[in-house]
């Protein structure tokens, strides 16, 4: 019975080292995954959420412009002939 139970606990020790060990790889391959991701976000030259947002506006604004423009050369047009 005494051999039954160290059987059972070197066999609890061997699987508890064993998840240990599993989640150390599971760690180690995650952290090398994100280096890898950030490494080609970074060569991608890609642009931030807030630098894509400010273009944007500049180019709402850049039509409206463009707009405004259009008008008052329409109504100068009209005004000469």
Known sequence: M????KLFDDL???MT??????????T???TAMRGLVERWLADANLVTREEFDAV???AQK???ENEA?????AEL???LG
């Open 69 to 73: 423009l259009a008008a008052r050369i």
């Open 56 to 58: 944007r506006e500049m």
């Open 2 to 5: 005494q051999t039954r139970d």
């Open 17 to 26: 080292n064993a998840a240990g060990m599993a989640q150390g790889v599971k």
């Open 12 to 14: 609890s020790q061997l």
């Open 28 to 30: 180690e391959a995650e």
């Open 77 to 79: 047009e009209k005004k």
């Open 62 to 64: 850049a039509r409206e």
